[in-house]
C-alpha cells in the first residue's frame, strides 16, 4: 500500500492532477520537482509540506530556497537536484516531467526501489530496454499513467499468459485536425494546433495530438510495457475519447476500459493498484456519450504513428533519435520559428539516419538526442 509520494513535474497538468489525488487519498508528499514556476511550487510546497523539492532550473531554485526559508522543506536545484529527489526512496514517484528529462529521473526511482507511476513516455520511447530492464532487476513495478495504457493494463488483469493477447488497440482522439487533408491544413497556426477537442494538456502533447506523434510515442510506449511486437498494436480514431483502448485476445474476445476524460482516473489507478476507491472524477454516463466512432488514422496524411513503428522495428538508437527530432522540432513550431508540418518532417528525416541498432546505454541515448537536438537546430 502506497502512503507517501514524490510528484516530478508537479507543476504541470499531471502534477496538479496528481497532488489532487493525493490531497484526496491522503498521501504524504514526500518531494515536489518542477523546471522553473516557482509561485506554483511554492504554493505546493506550503500545502504538501515535502521534505525536498527542486527546481530544475538553478536561478529559479536559488529564489524558490529564499521564497521558503520559513519552511522545513529543503530546496535542492539543477537536473542532479530534480535526480535526487527521485531517489529519496518514497513508496511510489510519480513521473509527470515532460520530455526525455524525465528519463534520469525515472531511472533513478527504479534504482531506489519505488513503485514507478509513469506519466512520462518519453522515458520508455527513448530508453525502453534499459528502463524496463532496470525494473526487472530491481523488482520495480512500472505502472502505467497514460490515459490508453491504463485502460490496457486494466483490460489484461487477470491475463496470466501475454502469448493470449493477440493485439493491443490504442484508441486516439484524433486531436483538432481530424478528417483534413495536408491541402486544407497548409497554414495552421500555433492556436489551432493547441486547441485538443476532449483534453486539457501541456502544450507540448497537445501539439503531440496534433501531429499524431501522440500516438506513435504510445505505441512504442506500449510495446516496452507490455512486451508487444508494433505489429501487434493497432491505432484506431475514437473521437469521444470515452473508450480508452482496449485487448483483443486469442478468443476474439476484446476488453476495454470506458470512463470520462480525466486523468485523474488513471493517475490514481497507478497510485492505489491493485486496490480502487472513490475518485474525484466524474461518473461515466453512457446515455449522455452520443454514439461512440471508431475508424482508421489516415496515415498517408499524418505519418508519425507508421514512422515510430519503423523506428520500434529498427530499435537500438531509432526510437531516442526520432523522439529527439520531434522534441526539438515541436519546440520550435511552439516558439513560431517553424511550420506544423516541419515537425512530421524533422521525425521523418531521424528514421533515415545511420544509428547502431543493438544494445545502448544511457549516455548512448542522451548523446543521440543531443546531436539530433543539434543537428535540427543548425536547419533554422
Ligand atoms: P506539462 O508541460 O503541463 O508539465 C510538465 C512538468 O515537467 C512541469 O512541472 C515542468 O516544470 C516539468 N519540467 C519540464 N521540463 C523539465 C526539466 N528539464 N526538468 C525537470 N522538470 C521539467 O506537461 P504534462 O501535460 O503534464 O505532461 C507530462 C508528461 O505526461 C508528458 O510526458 C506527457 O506526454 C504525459 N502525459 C500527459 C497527459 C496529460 O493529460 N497532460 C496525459 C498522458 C500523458
Ligand atoms: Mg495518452
Excluded at 500500500?1 to 502534477?15: A, D, E, R, Y
Excluded at 529543503?74 to 513521473?95: F, K, Q, T
Excluded at 539516419?353 to 541515448?365: F, I, K, M
Aim: glycine share 8%.
Amino acid at each position: 500500500m502506497i502512503k507517501t509520494i514524490c510528484v516530478l513535474g508537479s507543476t504541470g497538468s499531471i502534477g496538479v492532477q496528481a497532488l489532487d489525488v493525493a490531497r484526496k487519498r491522503g498521501f504524504r508528499v514526500a518531494a515536489l520537482t518542477a523546471n522553473s514556476n516557482v509561485d506554483v511550487i511554492e504554493a505546493q510546497i506550503r500545502e504538501f509540506k515535502p521534505e525536498y523539492a527542486a527546481l530544475a532550473d538553478e536561478a529559479k531554485a536559488a529564489e524558490l530556497k529564499i521564497k521558503v526559508s520559513d519552511t522545513p522543506t529543503e530546496v535542492l536545484s539543477g537536473r542532479e537536484g530534480v535526480i535526487e529527489c527521485a531517489r529519496i526512496g518514497a513508496d511510489a514517484v510519480l513521473n509527470g516531467i515532460v520530455g526525455i528529462a524525465g528519463l534520469e529521473p525515472t531511472l533513478a526511482a527504479i534504482e531506489a526501489g519505488s513503485v514507478l507511476a509513469l506519466a512520462n513516455k518519453e522515458s520508455l520511447v527513448t530508453a525502453g530496454a534499459l528502463v524496463m530492464k532496470t525494473a526487472r532487476e530491481k523488482g520495480v513495478p512500472v505502472l502505467p499513467v497514460d490515459s490508453e495504457h491504463s485502460a490496457i493494463f486494466q483490460s489484461i488483469q487477470g491475463c496470466a499468459d501475454r502469448k493470449q493477447i493477440k493485439k493491443l488497440i490504442l484508441t486516439a482522439s484524433g486531436g483538432p485536425f481530424y478528417g483534413k487533408s495536408r491541402e486544407e491544413l497548409k497554414n495552421i497556426t500555433l492556436e489551432q494546433a493547441l486547441a485538443h477537442p476532449n483534453w486539457s494538456m501541456g502544450a507540448k502533447i497537445t501539439i503531440d495530438s496534433a501531429t499524431m506523434m501522440n500516438k506513435g510515442l504510445e505505441l512504442i510506449e506500449a510495446a516496452w510495457l507490455f512486451d508487444m511486437s508494433p505489429d501487434r498494436i493497432e491505432v484506431l480514431v475514437h473521437r469521444q475519447s470515452i473508450v480508452h483502448s482496449l485487448a483483443e485476445f486469442s478468443d476474439n474476445s476484446v476488453i476495454a476500459q470506458l470512463g470520462v476524460p480525466d486523468m485523474r482516473i488513471p493517475i490514481q489507478y497507478a497510485l492505489t493498484y491493485p486496490d480502487r476507491f472513490e475518485s474525484p472524477a466524474a461518473e461515466l454516463d453512457l446515455t449522455q456519450c452520443g454514439a461512440l466512432t471508431f475508424t482508421r488514422p489516415d496515415d498517408s496524411t499524418f505519418r508519425c504513428i507508421d514512422i515510430c513503428r519503423a523506428a520500434l522495428s529498427k530499435g537500438g538508437l531509432y526510437p531516442a533519435a526520432v523522439n529527439a527530432a520531434n522534441e526539438k522540432a515541436n519546440a520550435l513550431f511552439r516558439a513560431g520559428k517553424t511550420g506544423f508540418w516541419d515537425i512530421q518532417e524533422s521525425v521523418e528525416k531521424a528514421l533515415s539516419l545511420s544509428l547502431p541498432e543493438g544494445e545502448y546505454t544511457l549516455e548512448d541515448v542522451l548523446e543521440t538526442d543531443r546531436a539530433v537536438r543539434e543537428e535540427r537546430q543548425g536547419v533554422i
